[in-house]
């Protein structure tokens, strides 16, 4: 849906460093150095970008029941 | 006991140090100060006047409420401890107001607190995506609490390791050791011997993979503990310890009274 602010595991705030992610990946660089510039450095955390798919914009476009 | 920084890194609120002539025990008590006593700032109630995107308002309210918030210990109470008996007052509540119509992320910087000092950690943290004609208003009431009633209130990451020494005789396969052990940068080949990089022998995760491939090689324990603080925003890392010490007087003057 949207990224976590947290990460579920250890609870380290991640939510701010998504969008830069997105960007880089999206322009082809590799996750794994994006990740490690990003300083995310727990396997519990990178998890949780590695997974991410962004569904709000098209969830946003329906009536919440 | 003594403690000895190894590390510290301000901006991201780390610190490392090394606890000697202590015991797991004592190691152990600092950790869950740090992760269940020591109280900082988070949402605690929300009043939504205006909520259309896609994210329904409980799920906005949980996100809000792991935003971690600056937090000042001087000048804010625990409820429970505050002078106007838990009604609610400037000294123990803090509000922050959040109202965003435009199309994109709203972000944590969009929200505005009353009290300068104490505001959202991360500006770019977003909370929820709006798209065209969404908006969301709402009034946000945050408090001290503590990592033991819910786990926005934990100020950080307490986490402690052995500390060894890395003992090495005649290895037949070096390559072989250098290439296994998960941490790099502990061992070097020099000269068809292995090396072990004193500065990096602290990232040793203790995993034995070097004594079952090699049995000159031996790690002896110290003794001494390894502490890792890792801050998640809220308070300095120095902080952090120095609230968790301040708990623990209290605790046991207060088991001293008792008995």
New interface residues.
């Given amino acids: 849906?949207?990224?976590p602010?947290?990460c579920f595991s250890?609870?380290?705030?991640i939510?701010?460093l998504?969008?830069e992610y997105r960007e880089r990946v999206d322009k082809g660089e590799d996750a794994k150095k994006v990740l490690d510039s990003l300083?995310v450095e727990r396997y519990c955390c990178r998890a949780v970008f590695l997974g991410q798919v962004d569904l709000?914009?098209i969830?946003?476009?329906f009536k919440?029941g | 006991m003594k403690l000895e920084k190894l590390k510290e890194e301000k901006k991201k609120g780390k610190i490392t140090f090394l606890l000697k002539d202590s015991d797991e025990v004592f190691a152990n008590t600092i950790r869950r100060l740090v992760m269940e006593e020591v109280p900082v700032l988070a949402v605690e109630d929300l009043e939504i006047k205006d909520n259309n995107s896609a994210l329904y308002d409980e799920m906005v309210g949980l996100r809000l409420g792991l935003c971690p918030i600056k937090t000042d210990l001087k000048s804010y109470e625990l409820k429970e401890n505050c002078k106007c008996g838990g009604e609610g007052c400037a000294r123990c509540e803090l509000k922050i107001t959040l109202k965003s119509g435009k199309n994109g992320y709203v972000y944590c910087e969009d929200a505005v607190s009353t009290d300068p000092k104490c505001t959202f950690a991360y500006p770019k943290m977003p909370i929820v995506k709006l798209l065209p004609k969404q908006k969301v208003e709402m009034t946000l009431t945050a408090v001290l609490g503590k990592g033991k009633d819910h786990a926005k209130w934990i100020p950080g990451l307490a986490f402690y390791k052995r500390e060894v020494n890395i003992k090495v005789g005649k290895v037949a396969n070096p390559e072989q050791i250098v290439q296994q052990c998960p941490a790099p940068g502990i061992f070097s080949v020099k000269g068809n011997k292995l090396e072990v990089n004193s500065d990096k022998v602290h990232d040793c995760q203790i995993c034995q993979k070097c004594v079952e491939l090699d049995e000159n090689i031996s790690l002896e324990e110290t003794g001494n503990f390894i502490f890792s603080l890792e801050s998640w925003g809220q308070l300095a890392g120095k902080e952090m310890l120095h609230h968790a010490a301040e708990i623990l007087v209290a605790k046991v003057d207060e088991m001293e009274k008792l008995l």
Avoid: V
Wanted: aromatic share 4%; with cysteine; hydrophobic share 35%.
């Fill in positions: 849906m949207i990224i602010i947290r250890c609870g380290k705030p939510g701010h998504y969008e300083e709000i914009d969830a946003g476009a919440k």
